[in-house]
């Protein structure tokens, strides 16, 4: 009765770390064209200013503009799917559980500590008398 529960729990809060990890990147992604949608606009505009306004027209500096915000829409890019692919779920699972493992290690060790410095059986004859 109990081990049903357990499994059932397991799979609920399994199933809602991917829901969550499905919602978070659907929002990388959608901020990601929004980026880009941005990014078009705004460099249409800043040709716009430079050539059209005439703003710095003895200088092309719209190509420097847009050459830097197309970098780090390039940076941006690269976050969201190559990054995100090698330090994705199964990367946080593998890191929480090497975590979790050196944790238990440690806790072994102290358990072993004390128990060689005060062993039970020290304890018990001191109740005994």
């Known amino acids: 009765m109990f081990s049903k529960d357990k499994k059932k729990s397991l799979l609920e809060i399994e199933q809602h770390e991917l829901m ?3 919602q ?10 929004n980026h880009f949608v941005v990014f078009l606009i705004g460099s249409v505009f800043i040709v716009f200013i430079n050539k059209v306004l005439k703003y710095g027209l003895e200088y092309n500096w ?33 890191q929480r559980e090497k975590l979790v493992l050196k944790q ?9 500590e004390i128990e060689t410095e005060f ?11």
């Open 20 to 22: 969550e990890h499905a």
């Open 24 to 33: 978070t990147r659907i929002k990388q992604k959608k901020r990601l064209y």
């Open 62 to 94: 719209f190509v420097w503009a847009i050459t830097f915000w197309a970098f780090l829409f390039a940076i941006h890019i690269f976050n969201v799917y190559i990054t995100n692919k090698f330090m994705g779920l199964d990367w946080e699972r593998a």
């Open 104 to 112: 238990k290690q440690k806790i072994a060790a102290l358990q072993k």
């Open 119 to 129: 062993p039970l059986s020290n304890i018990n004859k001191k109740k005994e008398e």
